[in-house]
T-cell receptor
Framework: GQQLNQSPQSMFIQEGEDVSMNCTSSSIFNTWLWYKQDPGEGPVLLIALYKAGELTSNGRLTAQFGITRKDSFLNISASIPSDVGIYFCAGRMNRDDKIIFGKGTRLHILP | NAGVMQNPRHLVRRRGQEARLRCSPMKGHSHVYWYRQLPEEGLKFMVYLQKENIIDESGMPKERFSAEFPKEGPSILRIQQVVRGDSAAYFC???????????FGNGTRLTVT
């Protein structure tokens, strides 16, 4: 079935470092979404991407829709403690309206 | 502007009982989605509904699970004769249209004892 491969699975970084994570698929997507989930809460939408090559920023977050339409990445610059959480990529394919999710990247900030 | 509201936040059921999970979408949203999440896992699609219609239920088990989104009132995910394996967090999301991003509620955590 359709699958999104998200990496890395976990990241341990120092406060102030930049972070990069990505999502790939063997299938073409027409929408890529990035969400963040805090413990005990639902995912919150960070960035939505609709066109191949699109680069979109939301504060310190930047995401890109890959040219091949089979991948996307999310960058976080100058990480701060509240960036801790699980980041999920999600995508919607052309011929299918459901949105599927990757397994998440767990971001930890070392004290 | 209230977000997606799910209740209850926590639900404990004994094996064999029924679980009813409710979801009120954001104002102006007529598309509702249900996802299931196990600990340390991503979200697994279950069902997509638009007012009074099931659009895609490809992720929902054929037995014991059902979903509805009536003309009036919240969407309901119903699990009959629950088993321990049904224990999970169930998230509802809504969108304004088929192409819009999903906005999630804070989930219902179901524990089957």
């Amino acid at each position: 079935g359709q699958q999104l491969n998200q990496s890395p699975q976990s990241m341990f970084i120092q406060e102030g470092e930049d972070v990069s994570m990505n999502c790939t698929s063997s299938s073409i997507f027409n929408t890529w979404l990035w969400y963040k989930q805090d413990p005990g809460e639902g995912p919150v939408l960070l960035i939505a991407l609709y066109k191949a090559g699109e680069l979109t920023s939301n504060g310190r977050l930047t995401a890109q829709f890959g040219i091949t339409r089979k991948d996307s990445f999310l960058n976080i610059s100058a990480s701060i403690p509240s960036d801790v959480g699980i980041y999920f990529c999600a995508g919607r394919m052309n011929r299918d309206d459901k949105i599927i999710f990757g397994k998440g990247t767990r971001l930890h900030i070392l004290p | 502007n209230a977000g997606v509201m799910q209740n209850p936040r926590h639900l404990v059921r004994r094996r064999g009982q029924e679980a009813r999970l409710r979801c009120s979408p954001m104002k102006g949203h007529s598309h509702v989605y249900w996802y299931r999440q196990l600990p340390e896992e991503g979200l697994k699609f279950m069902v997509y509904l638009q007012k009074e219609n099931i659009i895609d239920e490809s992720g929902m088990p054929k037995e014991r699970f059902s979903a509805e989104f009536p003309k009036e009132g919240p969407s309901i995910l119903r699990i009959q004769q629950v088993v321990r394996g049904d224990s999970a967090a169930y998230f509802c999301a809504s969108s304004r249209s088929r192409d819009s991003p999903l906005h999630f509620g804070n989930g219902t955590r179901l524990t089957v004892t």
